[in-house]
């Protein structure tokens, strides 16, 4: 079954980076991304990225956090740079399969912790 592996969470002060990694097993989806959850708050979208390469980014992480995936390895990343306090959250992968327009299927990685120090 599939798998998503989830790397690279952390402890970082106001200012710092973090690169998230998630490596999927199977074949290649048709969209890759990360959302992120904070205590208390909904889960939201962070970035996506198409196996063609389109991203989409939330408006809070957009100039800051930058999403490329390897399709040879089925592994999406996050690069997140000038991270904030408000970034805090568990960070999740989210992998979708389709079935050309007609069906898709979501699936979730464990979750990794990003944490922004003040």
């Known amino acids: 079954q599939v798998q998503l592996v989830e790397s690279g969470g952390g402890l970082v002060q106001a200012g710092g980076s973090l690169r998230l990694s998630c490596a999927a097993s199977g074949s290649i989806f048709s969209r890759m991304g990360w959302y992120r959850q904070a205590p208390g708050k909904q889960r939201e979208l962070v970035a996506t990225i198409t196996s063609g390469g389109s991203t989409n980014y939330a408006d809070s992480v957009k100039g800051r956090f930058t999403i490329s995936r390897d399709n040879a390895k089925n592994t999406v990343y996050l690069q997140s740079n000038s991270l904030k306090p408000e970034d805090t959250a568990v960070y999740y992968c989210?992998?979708?399969?389709?079935?050309?327009?007609?069906?898709?299927?979501?699936?979730w990685g464990q979750g990794t912790q990003v944490t922004v120090s003040p």
């Open positions: 989210n992998a979708r399969r389709t079935g050309g327009s007609t069906w898709y299927r979501d699936y």
